[in-house]
């Protein structure tokens, strides 16, 4: 029995055993298969280091492939404090050669840590510096290449590029916004070491960094650069608080310029207020509109058929009373009896607040509210505003009246801009956009592409759109916007002079002088819009301010996008004082002396000989200074 009984024992202690045994045999089966990796990164990443290597941020570029944001290659100095023998021989002439204090770089030598980073002084190093380091052959001394952001054109189009921080990762701008496509992936060079962070003779592993993908904007650099020179004469000029330039295709909805003032270079933005740099005026500031806005409520009031330009007329006395308020013209003593084209041509507040009185508060804000105005663009940039509208059911007689000429109410720049060119184009309202497409660099793959996007298509008819470029061309040609007008290109424009508002109360001479101009002016390809807030030493309109500014972009624009020249628009009617602009005869083909019978009154000089032209400059049938020189070539 007691044979039996440790038997029995023996046999459950076997089992015991075998079955301990089987568990070891498949957990080592299992580690030695299943495991085997995950463990050994484990175990690998406890004796590895990495030296990082940055990758290289994508390119941000202009419509045409320009580099506005690109990268240069700079040195950093990594420290791997457990190698270094000599701290003390290595913390002086790191010191010496870096322009530091002996306890400053001890600080970094004698950490207790895996890797150093020194900076900033140690950090993005000059090619003589580093050179100074690398002769020196210390071990755990490490010079690392680094890739650090460079804007190459410094304060161009600051607001809407943005800038990076020292870790070259997007703190504003489109370089926050698209950092996930711009930034990246690290690579790195991996080395290995014992417990102690001796370095082992074990090889190194090369991680390659992947670069960032890369931006293509609907900016015009040649553009951006005419609106920055004009927006740096107008500081100099006028010394206003703020300044700002729009230019948007009206087709499509891309932005082709944007710059404000005061902007930044985004190399040193640590050198800048943080409301200078934060703030893209054109979609962040909110105003009132002023004259401008009248665009809105005369394309309504054509629209709805409460005015006929041509055979409508009003009295303009230079005030009307609504209510218990008094609104006044700008012209003392008012324009008299006028046409209601004459009203637009004038910019006569009256004669809009009998348009806005025409078609009453609901049919002109929900005009109002379908161009746009009252929420946000969803522009792809980021710190957009939404500006302030009355509420309805609070809007009065004089709220409706002082909304129809652009005050009372808030909008931002790229609001206006975006509802008038839904005005021009046929009434069909875009989203704006700065980018046009991410690409990969290595395949040239478009991995996301923005097209044209209809937010609200026929808020008014083509007829209506026609009608309003038409008034809006008679405001330059014989009207307030007059300063804008082009000799050879038709532009149609509307200005704007809007008294700004402090806690609820008018600022006496403190005004937004604004223009909103396109061209050409029976087919918009541009449209423009600039806005100076409070210049000084000038009479504060927009047509004597801003008017002659956005003449000087449109012209620019002329050039750059090649267009063609068209006398067929509206002559302008000069002023005695004004430099007046003639058609020049085209010539060629004439005789010496038919030549001379149409060019009477132009000064004239021959090239060659002979009896009849060949050719001729200016050329023939294009506006050109009374008086001016034509050269004749004979033949």
Request: charged share 20%; with cysteine.
């Amino acid at each position: 029995m007691v044979i039996k009984q440790i038997n029995n024992r023996i046999k459950v202690v076997l089992l015991i055993i075998f079955v301990i045994s089987m568990i070891l045999i498949i957990k080592v089966f299992y580690i030695e298969v299943f495991s085997y990796q995950k463990l050994h990164k484990l175990a690998n990443d406890l004796w590895s280091r990495n030296l990082p290597i940055t990758a290289d941020r994508g390119l941000i570029m202009d419509r045409n492939g320009k580099v506005l944001a690109g990268n240069i290659t700079k040195t950093t100095l990594v420290l791997i404090p457990n190698q270094i023998k000599n701290k003390e021989e290595v913390t002086k002439n790191l010191a010496r050669i870096l322009d530091v204090s002996y306890d400053e770089m001890k600080k970094h030598v004698f950490k207790n840590t895996s890797i150093e980073r020194v900076h900033p002084d140690g950090r993005r190093l000059d090619f003589t510096v580093a050179d100074q380091i690398n002769s020196l052959n210390y071990d755990g001394v490490y010079l690392l290449k680094e890739s650090v952001r460079n804007y190459p054109y410094n304060n161009l189009l600051s607001h809407v590029l943005g800038f990076t921080g020292i870790d070259n990762q997007g703190l504003s701008g489109l370089e926050l916004l698209y950092d996930d496509y711009l930034k990246g992936v690290d690579g790195s060079i991996k080395y290995y070491s014992d417990g102690k962070g001796a370095r082992l003779t074990h090889p190194e592993v090369y991680n390659e960094p992947v670069n960032g993908m890369n931006l293509y904007l609907t900016i015009d650099i040649d553009i951006q650069a005419s609106i920055e020179r004009e927006l740096d004469n107008v500081i100099a000029k006028y010394n206003p608080e703020h300044a700002l330039i729009i230019v948007e295709d009206p087709n499509t909805g891309e932005i082709l310029g944007m710059a404000s003032r005061p902007n930044f270079n985004p190399n040193y933005y640590q050198n800048y207020k943080s409301e200078v740099i934060n703030r893209n005026l054109p979609i962040w500031m909110t105003f009132e509109p002023g004259s401008t806005f009248k665009i809105i409520t005369l394309a309504a009031a054509i629209e709805e058929g409460k005015v006929n330009l041509f055979e409508d007329h009003y009295y303009d006395t230079g005030s009307i009373r609504v209510a218990n308020a008094k609104i006044k013209c700008w012209k003392p003593g008012g324009h008299g009896y006028e046409s209601f084209l004459n009203v637009v041509e004038n910019s006569c507040n009256p004669g809009f607040v009998v348009l806005g009185e025409r078609l009453g508060k609901e049919t002109l804000f929900r005009y109002i509210n379908a161009f746009g105005f009252g929420s946000k663009t969803n522009i792809d940039l980021n710190g957009e505003e939404d500006g302030i509208l009355f509420n309805l059911d609070k809007v009065g007689p004089v709220e409706l009246a002082t909304t129809a000429f652009g005050q009372g109410i808030s909008v931002t720049p790229i609001q206006q801009i975006n509802a008038v060119s839904a005005v021009i184009n046929g009434g069909n309202l875009l989203k704006p956009y700065v980018i046009k497409m991410v690409v990969d660099p290595v395949s040239n793959n478009i991995l996301y592409e923005n097209k044209k996007t209809l937010i609200k298509d026929h808020i008014i008819s083509e007829n209506t759109s026609k009608l309003v470029k038409f008034a809006l061309e008679s405001v330059v040609a014989n009207g307030t916007g007059r300063n804008a007008y082009l000799e050879n290109y038709r532009v149609g424009g509307k200005t704007g002079t809007a008294q700004k508002v402090e806690n609820g109360h008018y600022l006496y001479g403190n005004y937004i002088l604004s223009f909103m101009g396109f061209m050409p002016a029976d087919k918009p390809e541009v449209v423009v819009y600039v806005a100076i807030d409070n210049p000084k030493g000038v009479i504060q309109y927009g047509g004597t301010v801003s008017a002659p500014v956005a003449k000087n972009v449109l012209q620019d624009i002329a050039s750059i996008l090649k267009m063609d020249k068209d006398i067929s628009g509206m002559p302008k009617v000069y002023n005695w004082y004004e430099s007046k602009y003639v058609i020049l005869p085209d010539v060629t083909g004439l005789s010496k002396d038919e030549a001379l019978k149409k060019l009477k009154g132009f000064s004239i000089s021959y090239v060659g000989s002979g009896s009849s032209i060949i050719n001729q400059n200016p050329v023939g049938n294009s506006y050109v200074l009374e008086g001016s020189n034509v050269k004749l070539m004979l033949n």
